[in-house]
């Protein structure tokens, strides 16, 4: 008899750097990005039913499950193929939430995996990205088996990367979120032609560590450091120390790459502190070199 359950880890991931481009026809934005994994994630089962679709998450517990982005693949999974009838996801979070660390659309991600994994006529890794590419931008890359990558459009133009050696990353997480949509309206209203003319992303960008910081770029951070003080305190803390900081993805989380030094970049408020605010957390994680493979239960 077929395997009924699996589960994995939903890798978190980091962006090197993030440019937002021309919002297209359909109100959505192209974007440019290098996504790198990291070790961090969070645990997610699934066990396939003749009937029932339910998902068990405590961090979430008082939000609708239909809303859930896990519980959306899976139904898009079903919808798209035909299987399975039912199912049961369980969701143990280690990714904050609302971070820009990709923690909903990891757990999305792995959600088509399992399915795929477990499905007795399992979809081409290209028809399962491109499901992922309907669920959100960073889904793709983390439905992908490539640890690093270059993406384009809407995050659904992947090209793999080998990734670079591992180190040790500090992720900042202040004591809020920020809505991804709240982002790109304070980017588009703060934008003129002049603000778009930027340079291609290229491979040989981030072929290295010191390389990669000396490239890394993420547009979210001239609209977000002046608004969320917090956000830019640890930046500035980062330009001051010489040392790879950047924010991941639309905020809130600041990252820090031990070992890898940065050009100085100037805080973009007028205080310029470099306290760090009350309620900030940090842990310790590291990048990945692989992807975290389903494990088929029974």
């Not at 949509?181 to 304070?186: E, I, S, T, V």
């Amino acid at each position: 008899m077929s395997p009924r359950a699996a589960r994995t880890l939903a890798q978190a991931k980091i962006n090197l750097a993030l440019r937002v481009l021309d919002k297209e026809i359909d109100g959505y934005h192209a974007i440019e990005t290098v996504f790198l994994r990291l070790e961090l994630g969070d645990d997610v089962e699934i066990r396939t039913t003749t009937g029932k679709r339910s998902l068990k998450c405590y961090e979430m517990r008082d939000w609708p499950a239909e809303g859930n982005l896990a519980f959306r693949a899976a139904a898009l999974y079903a919808d798209e193929t035909g299987w399975p009838k039912g199912f049961e996801i369980e969701i143990e979070k280690n990714i904050p939430i609302g971070g820009g660390l990709g923690g909903g659309s990891a757990d999305a991600a792995a959600v088509l995996r399992i399915l795929n994994g477990l499905a007795p006529n399992p979809i081409s890794d290209e028809a399962l990205l491109a499901l992922g590419g309907d669920l959100g931008s960073d889904v793709p890359f983390l439905a992908s088996d490539y640890a690093m990558a270059m993406a384009w459009g809407r995050g659904d133009k992947l090209l793999r990367l080998d990734p670079l050696p591992v180190r040790d990353v500090q992720l900042f997480f202040p004591p809020f979120g920020i809505d991804t949509a709240q982002a790109y309206g304070l980017l588009d209203e703060s934008r003129t032609d002049a603000t778009r003319r930027n340079p291609e992303l290229t491979t040989e960008m981030f072929a290295t560590w010191d390389s990669a910081a000396k490239n890394s770029v993420n547009d979210f951070e001239q609209v977000i450091r002046p608004r969320w003080p917090e956000i830019d305190a640890l930046l500035a803390r980062g330009a001051r120390s010489g040392v790879f900081h950047r924010m991941s993805g639309s905020g809130s989380t600041v990252f820090k790459v031990a070992g890898v030094n940065a050009p100085r970049v100037e805080s973009k408020s007028s205080a310029g502190s470099t306290i760090v605010g009350a309620g900030t957390r940090s842990i310790i994680t590291r990048t990945s070199t692989s992807v975290v493979q389903i494990e088929l239960l029974d």
